[in-house]
């Protein structure tokens, strides 16, 4: 278990309100990532703090049962100037726990996500967990995402 304190921030980008329901989340997830691409969404994303991507899971209405939003966009310095259509969040300081998926995306993500889903012992607040789509991100074959749960202490 690699459980850290992360800080407050704040990220910018496009989102879905969607649910695990019937494979729906599958459906406007693979939606909103395409649109990402396709619209080049993280040049239009201002105060941008680095070219990290990142997908925040939050608003949920129960657990990864009911309905959540998710956000795919950038880490920014200040949510000043959201471009329309677009939506900013700040998530406030938490405790996380760290899971790393390796091999080839977007894979080897899901197969977390089913690992997180069917961890017992995880104390999941549902405040906000994100993934970080960083430089390894590209790697092909040994491409990593970082993800983070928030979780009780």
Known sequence: MDKQIIEKFSVIGISVRTTNE????????????????????QKQIPNKVNDDIYAVYTDYETDFNGPYTLIIGLPVSSLENIPKDFVGITIEKDIYEKFVSKGNM?????????EIWQNKDLKRTYNADFTIHGKKYYDGENAEVETFISVKE
């Not at 019937?22 to 969404?41: H, M, P, T, V, Y």
């Not at 894979?107 to 089913?114: F, G, I, R």
Request: net charge negative; hydrophobic share 45%.
């Open 106 to 114: 977007p894979e080897a993500v899901l197969k977390t996500w089913m």
């Open 22 to 41: 019937n494979g729906q989340s599958a459906k406007d997830i693979e939606a909103l990532w395409e649109k990402f691409w396709g619209e080049e969404i």
